[in-house]
């Protein structure tokens, strides 16, 4: 199996990779999020104690995760995405929930 960098956003984090494996082909995309849960556990400690308001940061969403949203057609569900915020509570910014 051999895997190619075909694209690096240094914006995003988001990576293109092309891989081959016996006889089948394919591309992907990653993302590091590294970056991301360090500003969300900042922003989480920083806001302890706060009450709830209008107009609070929730949570961040990594690009790689917005693009699948506005394919899915999900990104304006508030529902959804406060479901998707539930399932990957290290991406929250706040300590309450919502």
Same mark, same amino acid.
């Given at each position: 199996?051999? *895997? ?6 240094? &914006? #995003?984090?988001?990576? &293109?990779?092309?891989? #081959? ?6 591309? &992907? &995309?990653?993302?590091? +999020?590294? =970056? ?10 920083? #806001?302890?104690?706060?009450?709830? $308001?209008?107009?609070?940061? /929730?949570? +961040?969403?990594?690009?790689? +995760? +917005?693009?699948?949203? /506005?394919?899915? $057609? ?11 915020? *539930? ?5 929250? #910014?706040? =300590?309450?929930?919502?």
């Amino acid at each position: 199996m051999s *895997k190619i960098i075909l694209n690096e956003n240094q &914006t #995003t984090g988001v990576q &293109t990779f092309y891989e #081959t494996a016996e006889e089948a082909e394919r591309f &992907t &995309t990653a993302q590091n +999020v590294d =970056d991301i849960l360090v500003h969300a556990a900042e922003a989480r400690h920083e #806001t302890q104690g706060e009450r709830y $308001g209008e107009f609070r940061r /929730m949570a +961040v969403m990594p690009m790689s +995760v +917005v693009g699948q949203a /506005m394919r899915e $057609g999900w990104l304006f569900d508030q529902a959804r995405v406060r479901q998707w915020v *539930k399932d990957n509570p290290a991406f929250k #910014t706040f =300590d309450k929930n919502f």
